[in-house]
């Protein structure tokens, strides 16, 4: 697969939107590297993690988020879900995985009933496999808000209080696993 090309699919031009998203996903991609290097006992996929960290968030462009870019019309919450479409059309279903499954620590049917987000019901949202649960945990160091900097652990805790207690919990089991 050549992540490349399917990213300048959707982001032809050469903006700071573009910028954000490669800066964004390759900080990403390394960390999810670091991890493997770091974690030779677990079974990842190296490939498939820089290719799926480069490809997680492919589909901001469709999502409402000025802050970063983003002139869509779409609800940021969906930008997982767009692009697990994107991937998915194009025959990359794995990768389709990672891109629903990476926001937060993965949302839960109960979490998207009682927050009434804008998410069908007929697939999971949260990380199954190891790789899309090192995706998830690397994306959550990482703001495309704030490209320059990389949140510590306690800061990325705190930035998950905002899912429950059930997303921090299953943050710091990551912690446990991947550092």
Request: aromatic fraction near 8%.
């Amino acid at each position: 697969m050549d992540y490349q090309s399917i990213i300048d699919k959707y982001y032809p031009e050469d903006d700071e939107l573009k910028r954000i998203l490669l800066v964004h996903s390759r900080q990403v991609a390394d960390r999810c590297l670091l991890i493997a290097k770091k974690h030779p006992e677990l079974p990842l996929d190296k490939q498939f993690l820089e290719e799926a960290a480069m490809l997680h968030d492919i589909g901001i462009f469709r999502c409402d988020a000025p802050s970063i870019q983003c002139v869509g019309t779409e609800p940021y919450i969906c930008h997982g879900y767009i692009g697990g479409q994107l991937l998915r059309e194009a025959g990359f279903l794995r990768h389709a995985l990672v891109c629903e499954r990476h926001t937060g620590t993965g949302l839960s049917r109960q979490q998207i009933e009682t927050r009434q987000l804008p998410l069908p019901l007929d697939r999971s949202y949260e990380p199954e496999t190891l790789e899309e649960q090192v995706v998830c945990y690397a994306d959550k160091f990482y703001s495309k808000s704030h490209i320059d900097r990389e949140r510590t652990v306690v800061e990325t805790a705190q930035s998950l209080e905002k899912f429950g207690p059930a997303g921090v919990q299953k943050f710091l089991k990551w912690v446990d696993m991947f550092e």
